[in-house]
């Protein structure tokens, strides 16, 4: 919702990004958000590398449904696992890693 990061618990992030103002999760009746992401699970050696297709969402300034809107947007991790149904956010426990979505140079 808003590209601030403050530790410990980042909730200057805010809520989830929803410019069409769906409920949370791709098995809610009202759902999705547009940037709800499925659960990712990270290997016993704690690497791994991951690519998302993400289509409500877009890098463009100026669509509706951009991250590059007037407060700037910020992708939070959960540190527990999303059941994809629960409001606000999948009962997916504490905010665990966050980071603000910046332009490329």
Not at 85 to 98: M, T
């Amino acid at each position: 919702e808003t590209g601030a990061c403050t530790p410990p618990s980042f909730e200057s992030a805010g809520g989830h990004f929803a410019p069409r103002g769906r409920a949370h999760g791709m098995h809610h009746p009202d759902g999705m958000h547009a940037g709800d992401l499925p659960n990712i699970h990270v290997p016993a050696d704690g690497e791994m590398r991951i690519e998302r297709l993400v289509p409500h969402v877009t890098l463009e300034p100026g669509a509706s449904h951009s991250l590059f809107d007037d407060d700037g947007s910020a992708i939070v991790v959960h540190a527990g696992t999303d059941d994809y149904r629960s409001q606000p956010s999948g009962n997916a426990g504490a905010r665990a890693l966050c980071g603000v979505v910046r332009a490329g140079s």
